[in-house]
Structure formats: C-alpha cells, structure tokens
C-alpha cells in the first residue's frame, strides 16, 4: 500500500491511446497510475485517423468527446469503387447515435487531447522511462525501470498493463506467442493536399487491377492518402530510410482511382507492412495485454485505435472494482473472455476487406464487382455493415457478467446501453426532476441502476416539493438492497418517458425516447456497468434476489455479513 491507505499504483507501459485509455479509465474511479513510455517525446506522426461512433460515445461519457468533434472532419459515408466504378455506397446518417459518422482525426491529436485531459485527474505521462523487467508473484508484480535521468527504479505493482505496441518488451519478456501471419506487400501512407471531384464529407476506397488506394479527408482540401506497394519497399540510399514521394502518389492515384483527383503539398509520407497477429491470452497473472500489443491487423475499417481504448476501458473497471470494491479476483479472467473473441473478429474482417479491395481476379473480384452491391442493396444487411463499421454492434451478451430476463423490448443484457432522452423523476445528490440523456446521467466510474417508471409515477412526483416526492415502497427497497451490494459504486436513477411535446424528433444523430431505446417495460431496471455495457436487466418485482446474487458473484465483496433485504 502507498501513503494514504490508497493501493499502489497500476504501471502502465506505453502511452499511446490505449495505454491513456486505461490510464484515464483507473484515474477516474481513483486508482493510482503510473503510466510510463521510453520515448522521449509524442509522436509527431501516426497511422490513426478514424475514431468509430461507439469510441466517440465512450469519450463523452468520460467528459472529454466535445475537443474530439470541434478539431475532428466528419465522414458521413463510405464510398467503394472497382476499375473507377462506385460498387458500394455505405452511408452512415441513419446510425442510431449522437455521431453517425466516422470522425478523422490524427492520432496525434487524439494523444495529445487524452494525455491533456489525464492532467485534469492528476496523471501525468512518464517520458524517457523505459521498462527493462519485471517478475511476478502472489503478491504483485515487481519491475526494474530505468528513468530519464539513468537511474533504476524498483517498482512494486499490483498489476501491469501491456500497451507498448506490436514490439511490446512485455510480450517478448512473458516468451508469448504472437500468432499469425506478416503480408507480403508493403503499404503506402501519406497526409497530402488533394482537389476531388466530391464532397469532402465522404472517403473513398479504390480497387483495381493495379491495386488498392484510398482516399480519407481532414477537411480543407487535406486528405490522408492509402496505397498497397506490390513490389517491395524500394531501396534508399545506405543510412536513409525510403519515403514515398509526391511523383509516386500522384502515378498511383492516376493509375488506380480514374477520376479527376490532383494532388499537391504532400506534408508526410511513409511505408509500411501489414501483419495480422494476436495473443493467445489476454491475461498472463497480473499481466494484460491491449492494443497493438495484443493484435494488429490491416487498417482496413479503421479498428485498431478503436479496439484498443475499449479494450482499455473493458479492463480498467474491472481493476477498479478488484482493488477497491472487493470483487473476486474471477471477474479479471472476464477481460480476455469478452475481448478475445472481439478482437478475433476484427483480425477476420479486416484481413477478408482487405483481400477484397486488393483481388484483381478470382471469387474475391466477383465477390466485390457483382455480390456485395446486391448485398449492401438490401436492408438488413445494410444496417448491420454499418452497425459493424461503426462498432455500435459490440456486445457480450455471452459474458458470465450478463443477467438477462425477458422484457418488452429494449436491448438486452450484454449489450450497450444506448443514449435516450427521458424525464428524470429523481437521482443522486438530490438530483431535481427534470429532463436528462442516459449518457449525461451515467458516471462511468460508477455502475448506473435506472429504475424505469410509468408516466403517471413521473407526474405524482412532479406535482409534490421535490423533497417530498413519492418513492414507491417496493421500488425504494429494490434500490437499498442493490446499493448495499454495490456501496459507493452505484447511482441510482428513477426515470420514465418525456411528455409527448418533449419527444425527441425522429431520425439517425438524434438521441430515442426512453420507450424507443428501452422497451415499454414498466416497472423495469437496467444495470450499466461503468464501460457503458448492461450487465443485467428486469423486473423489480420478481428478478431481485437474481440481481443481488449476481452482484455479489462478481462485483462486490462476500454479503454474508449483510442483513437480507426485507
């Protein structure tokens, strides 16, 4: 333990967004951090652009999305054309969200507005500290730092955070297997100036017979320019590393795109290679793995960022509630059994989107010129790409942490718990009634209890001093009993449905009405955990005793002491 009686700190290797994910996610429900990286300073350029809708909904309910849209250019659809040809239109405006669209925005950036905002919560990032080893024990974990300055720091943790990249020393130090494959083909990048002939709030994926490019925008005529290299880095001059030149960029585009399109002012440019690797296990002890150290992949479907901060805020209150809230030791081994199969997913799609884009002949050519637009022609299957693009579709309904009971519509358990406009009827702290968003009323250092009521509930309350407001019996004891599971780590909302002249208006970027998002289900609760995922919902009536022995399985310390609900 640390002064204070507070634990000691979590390290956390590499601060790159994951690794500032997590770091955020433990510093606001106030466990201690040390978050080092050996380089000695951010990266001045990045592969990252593309921050999804579901990551974008995560960072506002941290505070911290409103820095994300006024310096990020929106994409409000995707574009894909064979040999010149738009095959696939996919747009994104009817996502049932606050941000149907892909925001662009440099990884850079991103970096720098999570490390800024961990400075708000007394984090700060641990330059030129590199970690040289580390050994586990029953008790901790103790690893060998060398600081900036030379010196050797001996540091005893309970637990450690592997995200320090495809490279990750604490991967090669465990002798963890990176399973997987590395393509033959290098990849091109560039951030270039560039004149289209479309608007510049769509991008646009080009497959020919010549290869791949892609062409995603920054706003202002900036655009950030993808390409496969076939043939092999080209060679540079002994001591020089081979960059991509303008000459280069501007034959590609010629060759591959076949619409008008100059460029000009290329500002960086770089080579890459693709490998599409992952981990076995995400736990080694009191070792995790996030992010590029855990899996990479082709870039295809801008996943990888996105992946890796949820992955961080999936682990870091799981942490939380270890260190701090007395949780078994169990609800750890849920991280890799809700990740792993996520980021096997995403290894498979982006590897087949890949394949696809690049095939200049065979099934997979078919496949894109002939099926897919009949395919993402239909509805359904529409509405599920975009679902799946914009990682709104997440969920672990299979999770041991998921209690599901059969309501009248609404998402299940497991799933995310979507934003809604409702009338709050009472809160935490004295919260007064009226009108409220579950994203605003949620606290993602804490677990959410809404407790949805019917209309007439809502207005008895309304027409009473809010003090005084009636609190059905049943339900106050369905709230007491919870919040003594979860003391401390739980706000409890009573809300129902806005009149009928506060509805919500209808269509994608606008948040439901509580019956929309919810069901009509009354009296009903659901349980948000702190990443913004159910973990349980039901009936007050029949379902609490469900409710309290799964809390006590795995979020809160033995109730056994605790008297019975009455």
């Not at 090669?172 to 289209?196: N, R, Y």
């Not at 303008?246 to 960086?268: A, F, G």
């Not at 599920?384 to 358990?413: C, F, H, K, N, W």
């Not at 022995?549 to 008297?563: G, I, L, N, Y």
Request: proline share 8%.
């Amino acid at each position: 333990m640390t002064e204070a009686g507070f634990p000691s700190p979590v390290l956390i290797v590499g601060a790159g967004p994951t690794g500032l994910a997590a770091a955020m996610s433990l510093a606001r429900a106030r466990i201690p951090v040390r978050l080092i990286d050996r380089s000695p300073q951010p990266a001045r350029h990045s592969r990252a652009i593309g921050i999804q809708a579901r990551t974008l909904e995560l960072l506002e309910q941290h505070r911290i999305v409103e820095p994300f849209l006024e310096l990020g250019h929106r994409a409000h659809a995707a574009n894909l054309y064979s040999n010149g040809q738009r095959r696939v239109r996919l747009d994104f405006d009817p996502l049932l969200t606050r941000y149907p669209y892909l925001l662009f925005i440099d990884q850079t950036v991103t970096e720098r507005l999570l490390a800024g905002h961990l400075e708000t919560l007394g984090v700060q990032i641990e330059r030129s500290v590199e970690l040289l080893e580390f050994a586990q024990g029953s008790a901790g974990v103790t690893a060998q730092l060398r600081l900036a300055d030379g010196r050797i720091e001996t540091l005893r943790t309970p637990y450690l955070i592997a995200a320090d990249g495809a490279h990750s020393t604490v991967r090669h130090q465990l002798d963890m297997k990176f399973d997987g494959d590395t393509l033959e083909q290098s990849f091109l990048l560039a951030d270039i100036d560039a004149t289209t002939p479309w608007p510049d709030d769509e991008f646009h994926v080009f497959a020919s017979g010549d290869g791949l490019a892609a062409l995603f925008p920054f706003g202002k005529g900036r655009f950030r320019l993808i390409a496969d290299h076939k043939a092999m880095v080209p060679q540079a001059p002994e001591g020089a590393t081979p960059l991509p030149t303008l000459d280069e960029c501007r034959e590609i585009v010629q060759r591959r795109v076949h619409h008008p399109v100059l460029l000009s002012d290329m500002t960086w440019s770089s080579y890459f290679r693709i490998n599409s690797r992952m981990v076995r296990q995400l736990r080694a002890e009191r070792v995790f793995f996030a992010g590029d150290a855990a899996h990479v992949h082709s870039p295809a479907g801008a996943q990888g960022m996105n992946t890796g901060i949820q992955e961080a805020f999936n682990l870091g209150w799981k942490l939380a509630r270890v260190m701090t809230g007395g949780a078994p030791d169990r609800l750890l081994d849920t991280y890799h059994a809700e990740r792993y199969p996520i980021e096997r997913i995403v290894l498979r799609q982006t590897s087949f989107m890949t394949q696809l884009v690049e095939a200049d002949h065979g099934p997979m050519k078919l496949l894109r010129e002939r099926v897919m637009p009949v395919l993402v022609a239909l509805g359904p299957l529409r509405d599920a790409a975009r679902q799946a693009v914009s990682e709104l579709s997440i969920q672990y309904r299979r999770s041991p942490l998921t209690l599901e009971r059969v309501l009248d519509g609404g998402p299940r358990a497991g799933e995310r718990a979507p934003d809604a406009l409702v009338h709050v009827v009472d809160g935490p702290l004295g919260k007064a009634p009226g009108k409220g968003r579950v994203f605003d009323l949620h606290d993602p250092a804490s677990f959410s209890l809404f407790l949805l009521v019917d209309p007439e509930a809502a207005r008895d309350a309304d027409e009473t001093e809010p003090q005084a407001a009636p609190v059905d019996d049943d339900l106050a004891r369905f709230a007491q009993a919870v919040e003594q599971r979860l003391p401390q780590a739980l706000r409890v909302w009573r809300i129902s449905d806005l009149p009928d002249g506060d509805a919500p208006p209808p269509g994608g970027g606008a948040p439901q009405s509580l019956s929309e998002a919810y069901g009509r289900a009354r009296p009903a609760f659901y349980l948000v955990r702190p990443d913004g995922y159910l973990c349980a919902r039901g009936r007050p009536a029949s379902d609490l005793n469900a409710l309290l022995r799964h809390c006590e399985t795995w979020f809160a310390a033995s109730a056994s002491a605790q008297p019975a609900p009455r």
